[in-house]
């Protein structure tokens, strides 16, 4: 019995050192979702009073790259390597959609909620939502606005959600790959910038993407200013969560480059929103019939204002 | 003859979800099937102005069906869920027979009319149908998850379920 259970911890030990050698051998990290939280809390101390460390990550990256070895250790080819990219909890998520929602100026978002534990539950879902919310919410504007003409027959549009999720996923995986590969370019000639993995890439934009839904579903209101300021809102939030996110792993390079980067990703996010809001969404005053139509429709009193 | 019997057996088991684990147990994809098929019939003769603009042709209903369950099992698998692969596939399936009952009810509501009063009855009916469909996967999919992560197994099972739905509402006869 004393020798099993002097196996059991020198085990254990030797488990830990030989990790801290060779951080890609194949492991069984069993605690691994306990510590997480743990260091969640520590590292939150800790950016309260470092903030640009926090950004930059520093202090931190080679914690986090050890422990990026440690959780994919299982070969590519097995179930337990996939399953490594869904260890998150309800709480984890979120946590980080909120991050997404709410971002706080200074912190930046792969640091402070993704902690090396990239998820791609949160940008699969999140998407897979959003097609069908601008889908859905597109149908049912459309319907609300042509709704007292004579001449509307109303159909569903069902091609249209194939249309929604080739672009939303396009975007969502597509546009991180290009800026991995451009972060990874850059990196080989300038030093010093803070690096992200293509994971971490497509978790911010996946959850980045996530105000979107609330403002497809606000979209229905057939009121064009509307529209416009919930564009100018949502692009304001997710694009700020992306522009603190990359500012600094482009910083230290060329000032023209750095910009561009940033104006880059930018715009492609505001092509994103304006484009789903001018395909899948009708404009409100669009041929509108003469006024001999019974005044009980609310699109009536968008003529009289303009 | 058995076969025949034990998928009667679960659709009853569907319509009264008990936390019973036969459905489990004995898994089998004739149900679904059946189910599916019937379903995306129903789901035919929608209106079109053009071949861009109407309800979902046999196909994709199919597709949307099928690969949807697909999704939400790897999901759950992904995510740390015991349970097998073709049993959550059966339950899925199983549990879209409310759905086919509010889709035989929907058409036979728009034979009488196509009116305001008739799409209130259709609302009505569709979302009573849609959750008792996810009521009743929950029901028999939540213990096979780990505990805290019940949330992030059940939203995609609401929101196949919702698709289902809005296609099933959405239908407009010709």
Known sequence: MATADDLKFQEFDDAANLLAANPDATTISIDEPAEIPKNKHGRLQQ?????????????????????????KSAPFWTFEYYQTFFDVDTYQVLDRIKGSVFPVPGRNFVRLYIRSNPDLYGPFWICATLV???????????????LGKPT????????????????????AWLVPLALWGFLMWRNSKVMNIVSYSFLEIVCVYGYSLFIYIPTAILWIIPQKAVRWVLVMFSLCLSGSVLVMTFWPAVRDDNRRIALATIGTIVLLHALLAVGCLAYFFDAPELDFPAPNIPPHNGTTGITKIQ | MRDLKAVGKKFVHVMYPKKSSALLRDWDLWGPLVLCVSLALMLQGGS??????????????????????VVITLNSKLLGGTISF??????????????????????????????????????????????????????FLADSQPPNRKALVVYPIFLFYFVISWMILTFTPQ
């Open chain 1, 152 to 171: 509307y027959h109303y159909v569903p549009e069902f091609r249209k959600v194939s249309i929604a999720a080739t672009t939303i996923y396009a975007y």
């Open chain 2, 48 to 69: 079109a102005d053009s071949k861009d603009d109407g309800g979902p042709q046999f196909a994709e209903v199919f597709v949307i069906i099928w690969f949807g369950a």
């Open chain 2, 86 to 139: 073709f049993q959550s596939l059966c339950v899925l399936g199983y549990c879209v027979l409310p759905l086919t009952v509010a889709m035989l009810v929907c058409r036979l509501v728009l034979l009488a009319g196509s009116g305001t009063v008739s799409f209130v009855v259709r609302l009505v009916v569709v979302i009573a149908m849609f959750g008792w469909s996810t009521l009743a996967s929950t029901a």
């Open chain 1, 47 to 71: 950016s309260g009073r470092e903030e640009d460390d926090e950004l930059l990550g520093t202090d931190d990256s080679d914690k986090t790259e050890l422990l990026a070895g440690q959780k």
């Open chain 1, 132 to 146: 069908f919310a601008i889908a859905v919410s597109g149908n049912l504007s459309n319907f609300f606005i042509h």
